[in-house]
């Protein structure tokens, strides 16, 4: 479990003060709201990238690189041109235990790419597949490090509608295979609402938690329900409000 508590943190000044909320092993949480409120220092601070103040404990210890692995998937996916498809999955667990992968993580890498679609274009460079292979690379190469925390930056914003979709579902047949407190900073509401468990609505006035009016149905049977877009209206009018 990921638990914040009074979590402040910016350079000359706090872009998020007091920051409080909580995300269960087996929970997804939606980080939304207006540009500038903070959502991406949220995902440094965390990363203890920059300085911050106030209680972050991981699995019931403060959290900290050294003892928790975190997994990060960049908007722009942080993939290195210079290396295939198959060791850009692997790399960040070589680089994180100093040596190179196991006979049992090579089968783990092996597995993330079949799962996720990737086995054709494994020896394969970044600059020659398309985005949503690029984009699927480093969910991959996030989830082979088996994180204590997964975190994703606009993870799927540049995909189109039917890529988004798809991208998706891959992303959750393995989230369900090994559950982990994640966080998804999204500014598609529609997005937020099939994938998450709870929310967290982030503006200028403050910031709240609460649950997924969807969190009751099935995450498969969330983009045809009649629920989700009475939900996805509803939230659309609170981010006009906030935008205000």
Known sequence: MLAVNALSAGYERPVIQQLSFEVATDEILAVIGPSGVGKSTLLKALLQLIPSSGSVMLNGNPISAKTHTLALVPQDY???????????????????????????????????????????????????????????????????????????????????????????????????????????????????????????????????QRANPLAQLPRADRPQSAALFAAEATLAKEVAAWQD
């Open 78 to 208: 942080g993939l290195l041109p210079w290396q295939t498809v198959r060791k850009n999955i692997g790399l960040a667990l070589q680089v994180k235990q100093h040596h190179r992968l196991t006979t049992d993580q090579q089968a783990l890498v092996t597995q993330l790419m079949a799962t996720l679609g990737l086995t054709a274009i494994a020896d394969q460079y970044p600059n020659a597949i398309s985005g949503g292979q690029r984009q699927r690379v480093a969910l991959a190469r996030a989830f082979a490090l088996q994180p204590d925390l997964l975190l994703l930056d606009e993870a799927f914003s540049a995909l189109d509608l039917g890529l988004k979709t798809r991208a998706q579902q891959l992303f959750l047949n393995q989230w369900y295979a090994h559950p982990t407190s994640t966080l998804l900073i999204t500014h598609d509401l529609q997005e937020a609402l099939v994938l998450s468990d709870q929310l967290l609505i982030m503006t200028k006035n403050g910031t709240e």
